[in-house]
């Protein structure tokens, strides 16, 4: 069932369908979370508050794109943790157990490539999380989420040229981390 009709489902009182949404948006969430926050716990429950704020407000939503909705709420609830916390952020732990796992067991047949291709996911986390928050936003909305630079300026409340900008920025600042020899070791 399309988005739209499961959103005029709920709003008509039919509140089994928010399980339908939370299953099909939850894991871009919580990614989107992970990412910001660096912590498979934080994630986790900002994940869960953006779905308990949507499920607050979904009388008032007017359908344009829900999973940008979504990662939108998710963002300021990103924003407003990154402030309150002032955390330092480290590898997002997702990623550190992931490569924990590819280290204590290779599967039969391993040739090094998956190795290689978790190491470089490992390493890209390591450097968004070294972005500003602006700038890892907007990277990850339009090339991890594939959002358009006018849809991002919409979700975030950034004019055009200013997420044009932070991408373009956030690019430079991540082939400069990862073009560093000091930042693989």
Aim: charged share 30%.
């Amino acid at each position: 069932m399309e988005d739209r009709e499961l959103i005029r489902r709920i709003q008509n009182g039919q509140k089994q369908y928010l399980n339908a949404i939370a299953e099909k948006y939850y894991n871009d969430i919580y990614y989107f979370c992970c990412y910001q926050t660096g912590s498979r716990e934080d994630a986790y429950d900002l994940a869960q508050e953006t779905f308990l704020r949507f499920i607050r407000y979904v009388d008032r939503y007017q359908y344009r794109n829900l999973k940008g909705y979504l990662l939108t709420i998710a963002m300021n609830l990103c924003r407003n943790y990154a402030c309150d916390t002032k955390k330092a952020f480290a590898l997002p732990e997702p990623f550190a157990q992931e490569q924990e796992d590819v280290a204590e067991a290779e599967p039969a047949g391993f040739d090094g490539r998956e190795y290689e291709n978790q190491e470089n996911s490992l390493l890209l986390a390591a450097a968004l999380q070294k972005l500003p928050v602006i700038q890892r936003e907007a990277v990850l909305l339009h090339y991890f989420y594939g959002y358009k630079n006018r849809e991002i300026s919409r979700m975030t409340g950034a004019s055009y040229s200013a997420v044009k900008s932070r991408i373009r920025q956030g690019l430079e600042k991540l082939q400069q981390l990862l073009n560093r020899e000091d930042f693989y070791g």
